[in-house]
């Protein structure tokens, strides 16, 4: 039994090592909304896979078992890379003052969902009931993709390279920007790249679009 934990540790560190390679290799050819939403479908995807042969297996169970835990392995580095990615969107997206309030729901709400599995695992603890359990599992993951890709079609991750004179009448932007707005003032890096969500169909505005 300790061989095995150090064998899922093992795993988990070379799966993670694996998403912090291949995530900003993805970043760098189609960007970071596109890379964690190709992410987040790989790791729903596999996790489907997996939750189909391990519930409608018809003969060598062994087989269909070794199977199940290789998609769940290979979804690993769509959970971590995702994880990466939507990091990145909260720190480059999500004005400064505003992260605290998103990262503590975030935490809340994470909080919650793994109150309520282990609700689950009590109230269906037999083994019969793990597929319903998995199920259950599979279906919030694939939830999530489906809100990204709803996310992602409404909200579009741009930047921009602007000197705080151009938007000189945005408090709020001024306000974001402090050390900018001193460096600039003293005469150092009088440009920088702004990240902000734009909503889709409507005209840029940076200054607007991330209060």
């Not at 964690?36 to 939750?51: D, R």
């Not at 309030?101 to 969902?113: R, Y």
């Not at 996310?151 to 306000?175: A, D, G, L, P, V």
Request: glycine fraction near 10%.
């Amino acid at each position: 039994q300790e061989s095995r934990g150090l064998g899922d540790v093992y795993k988990r560190q070379l799966f993670g090592v694996l998403s912090t390679i291949l995530f900003p290799w993805a970043v760098g050819k189609i960007g970071i909304s596109a890379a964690s939403m190709i992410f987040i479908f790989w790791e729903g995807a596999c996790l489907a896979v997996g939750g189909v042969l391990i519930h409608f297996y018809t003969f060598t169970r062994v087989l269909f078992r070794v199977l199940f835990l290789v998609v769940i392995v290979l979804s690993r580095p769509g959970l971590y890379g995702f994880g990466i990615g939507e990091v990145q969107l909260c720190q480059l997206g999500v004005a400064e003052n505003k992260r605290g309030i998103i990262g503590s729901v975030e935490t809340s709400l994470t909080s919650l969902a793994t109150l309520l599995t282990y609700i689950a695992g009590i109230v269906a603890r037999k083994p019969e009931n793990f597929k319903w359990l998995m199920w259950g599992s599979i279906a919030c993951v694939n939830t999530g993709v489906l809100l990204f890709a709803l996310w992602n079609m409404i909200w579009s991750f741009q930047t921009k390279m602007h000197s705080h004179h151009s938007i000189h009448n945005e408090r709020h932007h001024i306000q974001l920007h402090t050390k900018e707005l001193e460096d600039e003032l003293n005469g150092i890096n009088s440009m920088h790249t702004h990240p902000y969500f734009r909503r889709r169909g409507k005209q840029s505005n940076p200054a607007r679009d991330i209060n």
